[in-house]
């Protein structure tokens, strides 16, 4: 067991070790400039700087609470609504169609309308992170819902048990797998929409400071502020998958479905 968890923290460091070192000798030898590609010290220090200096932690909590507030919100719409189409036919066939459809619209295209509408401070990504989580959640949760199984759902009637009952005692446990499914997917999601506002028009978070970079030609900073993200998003996602294992513990599926 301990050989196996260790062997876990080792084989990602090794590969990682080589990449650091492929990509620093690359740069050596094929003399590539710095305002193309910089080496891996100097993006540890801009790490350095934006970290323990503390350049960037204003901007890392602005993305991080765009990130939350707006997985939250599309998240908690889309639970909510896959709960009604799933229990309410006449719902299912008016709405499930039209959230298709809106899926189809892609949400960069609504980025400049969301800024008109909601301005360029927090409200404006919080809406466009719940726009992109929302479709896969629901998807997943309605997914869930109708898998759950018929016999014991009748089992439940014959013996007296309300919608309510049914709802809570046997579909939300049948579907809570395909749910965190969806969750899993949402996440990674929210993330690429909190960074996309930031790219479109804001004046705080981890993509607007890439962009100033860009225009500084201060690639470093840009290759910090992604591995910044990568963090940000690993932690997320190791975050949902704990919350997976407490919650739904006896599903004991390793692999997550992707139902988008």
């Not at 460091?13 to 590539?32: D, E, P, Q």
């Not at 959230?99 to 189809?104: G, K, N, W």
């Not at 919608?163 to 969806?182: H, N, Y």
Request: hydrophobic share 60%; charged share 10%.
């Amino acid at each position: 067991m301990r050989e196996n968890a260790l062997r876990n923290i080792l084989l990602p460091l090794g590969v990682t070790a080589l990449f650091i070192a492929a990509w620093h000798y690359s740069i050596i030898y094929f003399k590539v400039p710095n305002y193309l590609v910089p080496t891996p010290w100097a993006v540890l220090l801009s790490l350095k700087q934006g970290l323990i200096g503390g350049v960037l932690w204003p901007d890392i909590w602005a993305t991080t609470s765009a990130l939350v507030l707006g997985y939250v919100a599309g998240c908690s719409m889309a639970l909510v609504l896959a709960t009604l189409v799933s229990e309410f036919q006449l719902l299912n066939r008016a709405i499930y169609p039209l959230v298709v459809a809106f899926q189809s619209v892609p949400k960069v295209a609504l980025a400049p309308l969301i800024i008109v509408w909601f301005g360029f401070e927090l409200q404006s990504k919080v809406v466009m992170v719940a726009l992109i989580c929302f479709f896969p959640c629901f998807v997943n949760a309605v997914v869930g819902f109708r898998s759950c199984n018929p016999n014991l759902i009748d089992l439940y009637r014959a013996f007296g048990a309300s919608r309510m009952q049914i709802l809570f005692s046997v579909k939300w446990p049948s579907a809570l797998s395909t749910i965190f499914a969806g969750l899993e997917i949402s996440i990674v999601l929210a993330l690429l929409g909190a960074v996309v506002a930031e790219l479109v028009a804001s004046r705080r978070g981890l993509g607007h400071v890439i962009e100033a970079s860009t225009v500084d030609f201060n690639v470093a900073m840009i290759f910090a502020c992604v591995i910044v993200l990568a963090a940000i998003g690993v932690i997320s996602t190791q975050l949902i998958m704990w919350l997976r294992r407490r919650i739904a513990f006896w599903d004991h599926q390793t692999t997550t479905t992707i139902v988008t």
